[in-house]
Every structure is written in C-alpha cells, then in structure tokens.
C-alpha cells in the first residue's frame, strides 16, 4: 500500500490514529493476523475471569474457616475484580503482539488541547448516565413491583470491608478497572468483531450482551430476579456506550466517563 507524504506523516506521527481504525483491522483480518479466538476469548473470558476472582476468595475464606464462603466474598468485588483485569490485559498484550501493535493503540489519540477529551468524557457521561439510572428503575419496578429495592444488603450496597481494602476500592480498582474494561469491550473486541463479520449489528449485539452481563456477575449472586435486574439495568448504557465508540473511535473520553461512573458506584456501595 502506498501513502500520500499527508498520510504517511499523520501515520508517523499517530500510529494509533490508524492501528486500530477500521481499514487497518479488515486489513488484518484478511492476512489473517485477526481471528475470532482473540475477540471471543476476551468477551467471554472477562465474566470468566471475574468468577474465578471471586472462588478464589472464597476457597481463601473456606480455608480460614469461614461459612457461606460465596456470599462472604461477593461483598469484596473491587478488590478481587482486579484479578480479571489483570487476565484480560495478559489476553490483550498476547493478541495485540501477534497482530504487531501494542495495547496503547488501543486507545487512540488523546486530544489534551483545550480540554477536549475532558470536555467530551463530561459530555458523554451526561449522556449515557440517565440510561442506566432510568433502565435500573423500569427493571427493577417490572421484578420488584417497585422501583428501588434494599437487595443483599452488606454485598451489594452498605459493604463493611477492611480499612485497607476500603482504601484500595476508593484509590486504585476503579482506575484500572474502567481502564481495562474500556480497552477490552471497546478498544479491542467490537471492532475486531466488526471486521472479521463485516456486519456492525453482529457486533454490537454481540459486545452489547457480554459487555452487560459482565456486570451481573460482579459479584455473581445465586439469584436469577436479581441477576436479570442488574443485567436489565445495564443493557441500554452498554449498547449506547458501543454506539458511542464506533462514532468517535477513541477511548479517552470514554474511560474518563467510566472513571466517574465508576467512582460513583464504589461510592454508594460502600
């Protein structure tokens, strides 16, 4: 492929500008250096590695004695949560080296300027925010009866942890947690979805679904009203938040609106 000296200069000058735009990927998926293993194993296995955090705390807690092990460990999702970022970052960093760019491509050009992404991710943040609190609501008034119920106190809102358990979930989990989340769903598995389908529906379907039902199982309580409820209560926010990165094709603003969120929901649970 030829370049212009225009085009060859942006390229040089913001490799990511190109790395992870939608050419560039099809290209990819044509010589075969993107298959679906990467984006499947990413979308399916982050919910997978958030489950196996959370049994691993449990046997921790069986181990010290402790009864009703799986209930006890829900209530520390924003420490053990980081176990799953830390599986999915090794998943990125292994099929991003194949493809021959790095996990920073992934996130695109960040526009310091004048507070561009900052004003953006304000932006995008008012927007996305009212689906989740208004689908949160209808979800919960269709399997409640009403619209805020008091569900497992101490595991999902009211959590008494640690003083230096409380710190880390205040200080560093969300920090890497919106991060990688971003990067994993948006950054790395819709569009590579997008290329090797060639049908943009396919993948934000797709993404959409296990994008939410990530969030049920953090943590993953045996309770199929609550499960559905929280699965509910996300879906719109998730499938805007795709619609959102295919538009703008840059996770900047999209994780510092995430960090906000983020912020908040620690906050209120604890």
Same mark, same amino acid.
């Given at each position: ?8 200069? #942006? ?7 190109? #790395? ?30 958030? &489950? ?30 980081? &176990?799953?970022? &830390? ?63 008091? &569900? ?119």
């Amino acid at each position: 492929m030829e370049w212009s000296p225009h085009v060859q200069l #942006a390229y040089e000058v913001h490799p990511a500008v190109t #790395a992870n735009s939608q050419r560039q990927l099809e290209a990819r998926a044509d010589a075969r250096r993107i298959t679906w293993t990467g984006p499947l194993l990413l979308v399916i296995g982050r919910s997978a590695f958030i &489950l196996a955090g959370q049994a691993l705390l449990a046997l921790i807690l069986l181990l010290r004695g402790t009864h009703n092990v799986w209930l006890a460990a829900a209530p520390w999702w924003t420490v053990y949560g980081t &176990l799953a970022d &830390l599986g999915c970052l090794a998943l990125l960093w292994k099929n991003t080296r194949a493809e021959g760019i790095a996990i920073r491509d992934l996130v695109g050009p960040i526009r310091f300027e004048y507070g561009r992404d900052f004003f953006l991710g304000i932006g995008i943040l008012l927007a996305v925010f009212p689906f989740f609190v208004a689908a949160g609501l209808l979800a919960c008034r269709w399997l409640y009866g009403a619209y805020q119920v008091d &569900l497992y106190p101490g595991i999902l809102s009211r959590r008494v942890l640690p003083l230096w358990a409380v710190i880390y979930s205040r200080c560093i989990w969300w920090v890497i947690w919106s991060a990688t989340e971003q990067i994993t769903y948006a950054g790395y598995v819709l569009p590579r979805i997008q290329a090797l389908s060639r049908r943009t529906w396919v993948a934000v379907v797709g993404v959409g679904f296990w994008w939410t039902i990530q969030h049920p199982f953090l943590p993953f309580i045996v309770d199929w009203r609550c499960f559905l409820w929280r699965f509910l209560a996300f879906l719109p926010g998730i499938i805007v938040l795709t619609l959102i990165y295919l538009r703008i094709r840059r996770l900047a603003p999209l994780i510092l609106a995430h960090w906000v969120m983020d912020i908040v929901a620690t906050t209120m649970t604890m």
